[in-house]
């Protein structure tokens, strides 16, 4: 398993800049400017008293799934499903992108702050595993089957700390098999 640490993602977006070319600078600020128009939509939905009605941790779950896509997309990956469903299994894939060759199914976990004694990656347990793996199975089942075979797959965990302005991540990629 391979562990990706970014954990000062500023409001500014300015932080990992350093080293990249032009086009991927560009490509970055672009992606940032989309994350900032709908942070303000949401914003202006809010005060207008128009944001969705939903208990908090589902919100928040809600809104750590779109920081998660945002960061993943800084990081390279084609995110292609989010919340994907199936009408044959229970549960969503939270995220299924590419990285490469590699087709992603990303769960992602998001905490309103860190706990050093329970981090938010160790919520996928082994009954959350067996479903994440059987919902891949149904969404690779989508792929023309001689092609099936050929795809290499990946369970990787995104854990999420929304506190304040910080956006902190950790990215787990193969965090199991």
Not at 13 to 18: F, R, S
Not at 19 to 41: C, E, F, K
Not at 70 to 83: D, K, P
Not at 112 to 132: F, G, Y
Request: glycine share 10%.
């Amino acid at each position: 398993m391979q562990v990706v640490k970014k954990t000062e993602l500023s409001s500014s977006g300015v932080t990992g800049y350093l080293g990249m070319g032009r086009a991927g600078m560009v490509s970055t600020l672009w992606i940032n400017v989309q994350q900032w128009t709908i942070d303000g939509l949401d914003r202006i939905s809010s005060r207008l008293g128009r944001s969705p009605r939903a208990a908090p941790h589902l919100l928040l779950g809600l809104r750590g799934e779109r920081e998660a896509l945002f960061e993943l997309r800084r990081l390279g990956y084609t995110v292609v499903a989010r919340r994907w469903t199936s009408p044959k299994l229970r549960g969503d894939l939270d995220l299924v992108a590419w990285d490469g060759e590699w087709l992603c199914f990303v769960e992602v976990k998001t905490r309103s702050q860190r706990n050093a004694m329970i981090p938010a990656e160790v919520a996928v347990d082994r009954h959350k595993q067996t479903m994440l793996r059987r919902m891949a199975q149904v969404y690779l089942g989508r792929f023309p089957e001689e092609k099936r075979g050929n795809i290499p797959i990946r369970f990787d965990v995104m854990a999420v700390y929304l506190n304040g302005h910080d956006r902190p991540f950790e990215l787990f990629r193969g965090a199991f098999g």
